[in-house]
């Protein structure tokens, strides 16, 4: 089984920065692409970043410039430098892991349980 523990999250100021951390575990032989997600309140989950194995990135639109993702391979963690944020970047972030071989079997999607980001004055 694939577990995601995401932290980092918390109450910023606009224009702050929070740095978000991801880790897998669960005897993880390799993971394809990993990413965060975000949903705020009324709203659909949205990708925010995302991440392949070999390095290739992905970014929304809106946290472009802003938002820096970045992955260990051999630790099985992942990253989301978020600077300059704003409130609507304010969500509940999910870490998310595609494609996960492991000791007991094939995952094709795992999630985080999610942790809050609140930016506010």
């Known amino acids: 089984q694939v577990q995601l523990v995401e932290s980092g999250g918390g109450l910023v100021q606009p224009g702050g920065s929070l740095r978000l951390s991801c880790a897998a575990s669960?005897?993880?032989?390799?993971?394809?692409?990993m990413g965060w997600y975000r949903q705020a309140p009324g709203k659909q989950r949205e990708l925010v970043a995302a991440?392949?194995?070999?390095?290739?990135?992905n970014y929304a639109d809106s946290v472009k410039g802003r938002f820096t993702i970045s992955r260990d391979n051999a630790k099985n963690t992942m990253n989301l430098q978020m600077n300059r944020l704003k409130p609507e970047d304010t969500a509940v972030y999910y870490c998310?892991?595609?494609?996960?071989?492991?000791?007991?079997?094939?995952?094709?999607?795992?999630w985080g349980q999610g942790t809050l980001v609140t930016v506010s004055s």
């Open positions: 669960g005897s993880i032989f390799s993971i394809n692409a």
């Open positions: 991440i392949t194995s070999g390095g290739s990135t």
């Open positions: 998310n892991a595609r494609s996960v071989v492991t000791a007991g079997g094939f995952y094709l999607d795992a």
